[in-house]
């Protein structure tokens, strides 16, 4: 039972242009979502998060908007770097059960 | 700060065989999870420990356990080794809340033959 879908395994960008990321759930008790960028052989690394009382949160070149009702989130970075190349990992948790549920991760290329 | 160190960083076992995995949290981190990574399934949640105490666990079986000493270091175990166990099995450190950023260490590569 996958709770939180990312349906796009990955995602090829030119350097300079918009990245966008989505992430799907289906637990209408989340209330809490999160970025985790990975690289290879390295533990994934926190990127951004929001809060379901929030509809967007901005941290430089990454925002994270939400849309509750239909229960879908985006990353978007711009503009993409090569350095951003990575995998994305998009989370949600709910204030019950105090754990994180990953989605499957999509591998963004930034081309340069 | 030293971040998150996890042992060994690679393992190959048969099937059959038992495995413990080790992690070390950030300093003053009270709070240690672990995830199973597999190609095209993600991040698995397999339980959260805190102050010692297993505070949640996700849907893997009972081969799965894990234990938290008092100084916040975790090991991980599997019994009985399947093929299917073979993934990279990551944990992360807080503070003591998973909505807190969680800091995760680089991994154990477990490969089951």
């Known amino acids: 039972d996958q709770q939180v879908k990312q349906n796009s395994p990955s995602l090829s960008v030119q350097e300079g242009r918009i990245s966008i990321l989505n992430c799907d759930y289906t637990n209408s008790m989340f209330d809490y979502f999160l970025w985790y960028k990975k690289y290879p052989a390295e533990g994934p690394t926190f990127l951004i998060s929001i809060s379901s009382i929030k509809d967007k949160n901005e941290d430089g070149r990454f925002t994270v908007f939400l849309n509750k009702s239909a229960k879908h989130l985006s990353l978007h970075i711009v503009p993409s770097q090569p350095g951003d190349s990575a995998v994305y990992f998009c989370?949600?948790?709910?204030?019950?059960?105090?754990?994180?549920?990953f989605g499957a991760g999509t591998i963004l290329r930034v081309k340069s | 700060k030293a971040g998150v160190t996890q042992t060994p960083r690679y393992l190959i076992k048969t099937r059959g065989q038992q495995v413990t995995l080790s992690c070390s949290p950030i300093?003053?981190?009270?709070?240690v999870s672990w995830y199973q990574q597999t190609p095209g399934q993600g991040l698995q949640f397999l339980f959260e420990y805190f102050s010692e105490t297993q505070r949640n666990k996700g849907n893997f079986p009972g081969r799965f356990s894990g234990r938290q000493f008092s100084n916040s270091r975790s090991e991980m175990n599997v019994s009985t080794l399947e093929l299917g166990d073979s993934a990279l099995y990551l944990c992360?450190?807080?503070?003591?809340?998973?909505?807190?950023?969680?800091?995760f260490g680089p991994g154990t590569r477990l490969l089951v033959l």
């Open positions: 992360a450190s807080s503070l003591g809340d998973l909505r807190e950023t969680q800091y």
């Open positions: 989370a949600a948790s709910a204030r019950e059960g105090n754990k994180l549920v």
């Open positions: 300093s003053g981190h009270r709070s």
